[in-house]
């Protein structure tokens, strides 16, 4: 089995500025991690964090630490089909591939949280899958189609005419990750499009079943399940005393009673390194620590250098 991969996973919409989420990279990025991946989103969720100054595009975002970066991996967890047209998604990720070197991921989903799609004036159509479906299917088609030929497109809710299918990303194959808690056509749609499948704030037992629904699915159309990578991401509060735990989780506006009594990574560094070996040891090939204050870097540090080598 390969050697697992590690990321940070973080709430921008929460209230972080490009600086700050430049410093919360930057950051991981030295102490060892593998990615820097973000939620896309317009609107602040809960009543501890203010939202200020306000939010940032996930993809204008990611195109700046494209270039004040040079190792991690790079993308979003997930963005919503209901923001972007797909053919200009493919452009701009195809972009900030380049801009990376070749370090972009696309994690694609059909969006949920209604109240920002209000507070902007996007589109908030009821039924989405079927839009999930078809953008999947047009910008894998886009970045596959060969140089110097063209891709069409007639769907029901999409249609493109000899586009040029430019331009192209670094990557061969630009990693597209689906992810969610869905028993049929979630696990489908991974296994015809995508390279990870992700489950994320679920229980390890609803894990480990979306991840053999994910690999049946793939047997199902003959692809090999082991092309498919299974990750995980949990939110994570780690500390080294009660006391930084403590401080922690009051940071985020949570007791860190119902902290542990949730589906999370917590604790200090042995039982971080306990948790999440049970689900490296059921398959878990990347994992996504998500840490909700991005102005902590001794947390990202923390986590680093204390639990990461012991993980790998």
């Not at 030295?30 to 602040?44: E, I, N, P, V």
């Not at 270039?67 to 979003?76: A, I, N, V, Y």
């Not at 497109?153 to 040029?164: T, V």
């Amino acid at each position: 089995m390969p050697t697992p991969e590690f990321c940070v996973f973080t709430e921008p919409q929460q209230g972080a500025t490009y600086d700050t989420q430049l410093a919360f990279a930057q950051q991981a990025e030295r102490s060892g991690f593998d990615g820097f991946f973000r939620s896309d989103h317009y609107l602040k969720m809960g009543e501890h964090f203010s939202g200020e100054p306000g939010p940032t595009d996930a993809w204008t975002t990611l195109a700046g630490l494209a270039r004040e970066t040079t190792s991690l991996r790079l993308g979003t967890l997930v963005s919503s089909v209901t923001y972007r047209a797909p053919g200009v998604l493919a452009i701009q990720v195809a972009q900030v591939d380049q801009m990376s070197g070749g370090r972009v991921e696309l994690g694609l989903g059909t969006g949920w949280y209604e109240a920002e799609h209000r507070a902007y004036g996007i589109p908030f159509p009821a039924k989405r899958f079927d839009l999930l479906e078809e953008q999947l299917e047009i910008v894998t088609g886009l970045w596959a189609a060969p140089r110097g030929g063209s891709f069409s497109f007639d769907g029901a809710h999409y249609q493109l005419e000899s586009s040029p299918a430019l331009p192209k990303p670094v990557q061969d194959q630009v990693p597209v990750i689906v992810g969610g808690a869905g028993l049929k056509r979630t696990p489908s749609l991974a296994a015809r499009f995508a390279t990870e499948f992700n489950i994320a704030f679920q229980p390890e037992d609803v894990v480990r079943d979306r991840w053999a629904r994910a690999r049946a699915a793939c047997e199902e159309i003959d692809r090999d399940p082991a092309t498919l990578k299974s990750t995980v991401a949990l939110t994570t509060l780690a500390g080294a005393n009660e006391a930084d735990l403590a401080h922690r989780a009051a940071a985020t506006g949570v007791e860190l009673a119902s902290f542990r009594e949730d589906h999370t990574f917590s604790g200090s560094a042995d039982e971080i390194i306990e948790q999440a070996g049970r689900l490296i040891d059921a398959g878990a090939q990347r994992i996504y620590f998500q840490l909700m204050d991005m102005s902590d870097l001794d947390h990202v540090a923390y986590i680093g250098e204390e639990v990461l080598p012991q993980l790998r």
